[in-house]
């Protein structure tokens, strides 16, 4: 006969969105095909990520391109650069 062990974990109760920041993760976006000179906004654990493409590649940002240097948003997501590390797998961004 098998027991049970006794589960002693402090794990929450009830989840709650945007409570944990789950970082080095990939998080599938947008499709590659949606991305292009234009820009697509979409948000990530409450913070703005602006996908954009242009001669050098793709690029995500927390503000739209061309936004001067002095105006860009640095926050602690991408580590105070602006810029977020972005990998293109399987058709999505």
Same mark, same amino acid.
């Given at each position: 006969?098998?027991?049970?062990?006794?589960?002693?974990?402090?794990?929450?109760?009830?989840?709650?969105?945007?409570?944990?920041?789950?970082?080095?993760?990939?998080?599938?976006?947008?499709? +590659?095909?949606?991305? !292009?000179?234009?820009?697509?906004?979409? /948000? #990530?654990?409450?913070?703005?990520? $602006?996908?954009?493409?242009?001669?050098?590649?793709?690029?995500?940002?927390?503000?739209?391109?061309?936004?001067?240097?002095?105006?860009?948003?640095? +926050?602690?997501?991408? !580590?105070?650069?602006?810029?977020?590390? /972005? #990998?293109?797998?399987?058709?999505? $961004?």
């Amino acid at each position: 006969m098998t027991v049970a062990a006794e589960v002693t974990s402090s794990a929450p109760k009830a989840f709650r969105p945007g409570a944990f920041a789950l970082r080095d993760a990939w998080f599938p976006l947008v499709h +590659s095909v949606r991305v !292009g000179k234009r820009p697509v906004r979409r /948000i #990530v654990h409450g913070q703005p990520v $602006v996908f954009w493409c242009d001669h050098d590649g793709l690029h995500a940002t927390e503000d739209l391109p061309g936004t001067p240097a002095r105006a860009r948003r640095a +926050s602690e997501f991408t !580590g105070g650069s602006g810029s977020c590390p /972005i #990998v293109e797998r399987y058709g999505y $961004v």
